[in-house]
Nanobody, 115 residues
Framework: QVQLVESGGGLVQPGGSLRLSCGAS????????MGWHRQAPGKQRELVAS???????NYVDSVEGRFTISRDNANDTVYLQMNSLKPEDTAVYYC?????????WGKGTLVTVSS
């Protein structure tokens, strides 16, 4: 059974930082492209960042230079370091594992950026 479990969300002030983690089980982690998506209230889910098994990364323009995605293949974990957070970053953040037609999701962790 595949499980993706996110952690690290919470309330942070504008300009602050958070680090999200996603632990995976039930998959050969190193061969999956891992991604972080987010969904704000009333908006569609969007891809924030992704990282291939080989470490190639991709970011949505709105987080470029502020967020960093990384992975630890030895511990089956993907991270999202979020700096200079803005109120518009407020959303539920979801971990995703993708390989071909296989696509798995975590349950999400809430990030709230507010003073």
């Amino acid at each position: 059974q595949v499980q993706l479990v996110e952690s690290g969300g919470g309330l942070v002030q504008p300009g602050g930082s958070l680090r999200l983690s996603c632990g995976a089980s039930g998959i050969i982690f190193s061969i999956y492209t891992m991604g972080w998506h987010r969904q704000a209230p009333g908006k569609q889910r969007e891809l924030v960042a992704s990282i291939t098994g080989g470490g190639s990364t991709n970011y949505v323009d709105s987080v470029e230079g502020r967020f960093t995605i990384s992975r630890d293949n030895a511990n089956d974990t993907v991270y999202l370091q979020m700096n200079s957070l803005k109120p518009e970053d407020t959303a539920v953040y979801y971990c995703n594992a993708r390989r071909g037609v296989l696509n798995f999701w975590g349950k999400g962790t809430l990030v709230t950026v507010s003073s």
